[in-house]
């Protein structure tokens, strides 16, 4: 019998983006397989219109933002309480290939170790064009980026293997590995939560791999309002902070002060090269570092 997958995909705010979703699901030739819709306490009628438009699919209500990180750990409670051998976390803002899930589940039974897989992830509105395939993640300086960034694809990353992260984009993970590792860390609320995921299922000895076969196309619309807004800047580098603190803390406080100032001179820097209000954004950067030092995490207190 061939294993059974959830397909979790959690909306906030977004029904548009998740009906073209789950309508691209509805391809899927892999043949046991649920989708799982959570709505993560939506003010826009989500709920209402996602019913109506597909009555067939189980949908939970969280009553309020609870992040991605909680939001998404509802949705595995759920499968994992309906059988599911596999979970997989799907953005509501992406497209699938009808093959997604079998290339996925295909590697995952040959080999066991493996804890974590993620696709091949294209820009939407550059379908030949690669967002990720895979990532470098370095835990000395806390720096993170996307192998393949805006390259064409031309076969250069066509081979499973592993990689530093997972892509919060889509991430397949194992009933074992949720068992034994336990699900995403609600503190996190948004951004770094697959990254942390990754490090504690790496820590407990398993893999993270990259499937190239496994294909989704993203928007890039994030729902903390992207890159120019600003807004993602607080729990960037909040978080950030967190990561490399928790997973390698420097003896010295000199040097960790020194590694700090690097996570947040990055983010400093971003404000003036990705089109960011100057103004908005070094607020929101001032209080995702003092939120740290603080030890204040989960969502914003506005």
């Known amino acids: 019998m ?12 977004g029904y548009r983006d998740t009906i073209e979703c789950i309508e691209s699901l509805k391809k899927v030739t892999y043949p046991n397989y ?14 209402e219109i996602l019913r109506e438009k597909f009555p067939d699919v189980p949908f939970i209500q969280t ?9 998404n750990n509802i949705g595995i409670r759920h499968a994992l309480s309906n059988g599911a051998d596999y979970v997989i976390l799907l953005n509501n ?3 699938v290939d009808k093959e997604f899930v079998t290339a996925m589940v295909r590697v995952a039974e040959a080999d066991k170790s493996i804890g974590i897989l993620t696709s091949k992830i294209y ?13 470098i993640f370095n835990l000395k300086t806390g720096r993170s980026r996307h192998i393949g960034y805006n390259k064409k694809d031309k076969g250069q990353y066509n081979k499973v293997r592993e990689t530093d992260r997972a892509c919060g ?16 860390n609600p503190e996190y609320f948004c951004y770094g939560e697959e990254v942390d995921w990754s490090l504690r299922v790496k820590n407990a000895g398993y893999r993270v791999v990259f499937v190239p076969n496994s294909k989704v196309w993203h928007k890039i619309s994030g729902s903390t309002g992207g890159a120019g807004k600003g807004f993602y800047l607080y729990y960037s580098v909040r978080n950030h902070l967190r990561l490399i603190n928790t997973y390698l803390p420097f003896k010295s406080k000199v040097m960790s002060i020194v590694r700090d ?31 740290y030092y603080h030890g204040r995490f989960g969502k914003r207190e506005l």
């Open 63 to 71: 009553g309020e933002n609870l992040g991605f990180a909680g939001g």
């Open 93 to 95: 803002d992406t497209v």
């Open 123 to 135: 820009f939407y509105d550059r379908p030949d064009t690669i967002w990720y395939a895979g990532a």
């Open 261 to 291: 100032m690097l996570v947040i001179g990055r983010h400093l820097f971003s404000i003036f090269t990705v089109g960011v209000n100057k103004g908005y954004g070094i607020k929101n950067l001032w209080f995702g570092v003092r939120d």
């Open 169 to 184: 984009c889509l991430m397949m993970v194992s009933r074992k590995v949720c068992e034994t590792v336990g699900l995403m």
């Open 34 to 47: 649920e989708v799982v819709l959570v709505d993560n306490g939506s003010t826009d009628g989500s709920e």
């Open 2 to 13: 061939q294993s059974k997958i959830s397909i979790v995909v959690l909306n906030w705010n």
